[in-house]
């Protein structure tokens, strides 16, 4: 909680993916996938609930044995065509949360993010007025768009700069899906997670990747080992 504001960090689960079988549930650093956004969530100092909302029955004994408290979603609202939105306002009226209260979005295919990190999100959310709030991260600058089958550049190729050289404003920032903030009444007025004045927290380009593929499986398995390395020796 944070000056009286109840915060809930919502985790949507579904039991079904196409890319991976299971894929909420499958092992990452010894733990199923869905634990990394649960534990984050706990750790945060003003979390007062996490929420976790699936059509899984296996989801859902995994997400209670981490203490979290769980909602059935509907069949109608657990397609594959079903947005994130639809569940989240599924939540908001089970769970009769108030308009005034703050809803952390956590994906479960987003298991590495920094430490420390949502506390500080959530108080620049409220400091700053925020309506919403999401993360990103950095993309390689040297970016090219195709419109019409014609190639159009996106930074002056005459003057190519090396890595060393860019500058914050020459890089494009990715919406990595790890982390949004919100309130309740701009979800339920616009049906959309952002919205009014939308603040930003960079996460650093190793925290940037989802998990859709195996091979983003991999190489999130990967970041992780190198992480946990890195801390280590810390």
């Given at each position: 909680?944070?000056?009286?504001?109840?915060?809930?960090?919502?985790?949507?689960?579904?039991?079904?993916?196409?890319?991976?079988?299971?894929?909420?549930?499958?092992?990452?650093?010894?733990?199923?996938?869905?634990?990394?956004?649960?534990?984050?969530?706990?750790?945060?100092?003003?979390?007062?609930?996490?929420?976790?909302?699936?059509?899984?029955?296996?989801?859902?004994?995994?997400?209670?044995?981490?203490?979290?408290?769980?909602?059935?979603?509907?069949?109608?609202?657990?397609?594959?065509?079903?947005?994130?939105?639809?569940?989240?306002?599924?939540?908001?009226?089970?769970?009769?949360?108030?308009?005034?209260?703050?809803i952390v979005l956590l994906q479960p295919t987003?298991?590495?993010?920094?430490?420390?990190?949502?506390?500080?999100?959530?108080?620049?959310?409220?400091?700053?007025?925020?309506?919403?709030?999401?993360?990103?991260?950095?993309?390689?600058?040297?970016?090219?768009?195709?419109?019409?089958?014609?190639?159009?550049?996106?930074?002056?190729?005459?003057?190519?700069?090396?890595?060393?050289?860019?500058?914050?404003?020459?890089?494009?920032?990715?919406?990595?899906?790890?982390?949004?903030?919100?309130?309740?009444?701009?979800?339920?007025?616009?049906?959309?997670?952002?919205?009014?004045?939308?603040?930003?927290?960079?996460?650093?380009?190793?925290?940037?990747?989802?998990?859709?593929?195996?091979?983003?499986?991999?190489?999130?398995?990967?970041?992780?080992?190198?992480?946990?390395?890195?801390?280590?020796?810390?």
């Amino acid at each position: 909680m944070i000056k009286n504001k109840k915060i809930y960090a919502i985790i949507p689960a579904r039991g079904g993916s196409k890319g991976i079988p299971k894929k909420n549930i499958i092992d990452f650093d010894g733990y199923p996938l869905i634990y990394h956004s649960i534990n984050f969530a706990k750790q945060s100092k003003l979390v007062d609930e996490v929420i976790v909302s699936t059509d899984s029955h296996e989801i859902k004994k995994i997400a209670e044995e981490y203490n979290s408290s769980t909602v059935d979603r509907p069949e109608n609202i657990s397609r594959d065509d079903s947005s994130t939105e639809l569940a989240i306002k599924h939540i908001i009226n089970e769970f009769n949360i108030h308009s005034d209260s703050i809803i952390v979005l956590l994906q479960p295919t987003s298991p590495i993010r920094p430490i420390g990190v949502l506390d500080k999100m959530l108080v620049d959310f409220i400091n700053e007025n925020f309506d919403s709030m999401v993360s990103i991260s950095p993309c390689h600058p040297l970016n090219w768009k195709l419109k019409s089958d014609e190639l159009i550049c996106q930074y002056d190729y005459k003057n190519r700069p090396m890595r060393q050289q860019f500058k914050k404003d020459d890089f494009i920032y990715d919406e990595n899906g790890s982390v949004y903030i919100f309130n309740p009444k701009l979800i339920i007025r616009n049906n959309n997670r952002l919205g009014g004045k939308i603040g930003y927290e960079i996460f650093p380009e190793e925290y940037g990747r989802q998990i859709d593929t195996f091979l983003d499986l991999e190489i999130l398995r990967a970041t992780a080992k190198y992480l946990n390395k890195k801390e280590s020796n810390v």
